[in-house]
């Protein structure tokens, strides 16, 4: 049976570092995130209008 050893412990100021740590990285990749989404959207509004452009251009 596996005994607890009391050295193992963490210790009272080190207690919410996994949740801070966490939390950091969630925001990381939100942000991360949120700027692939912004470029995402800026190059397919871009191509969208070339194609606008290029489809008048051969029908008009």
Known sequence: MYQFD???RTR???RGEG???TAIAVL???FLGIALWAGFD???NSAAD???AQVEQIGG
Do not use: G, L
């Open 50 to 52: 070339r194609t606008r």
């Open 28 to 30: 990381i990749i939100a």
């Open 42 to 44: 800026a190059m397919m």
């Open 6 to 8: 009391q050295k193992h």
């Open 12 to 14: 009272p100021d080190e």
């Open 19 to 21: 949740v801070i740590s």
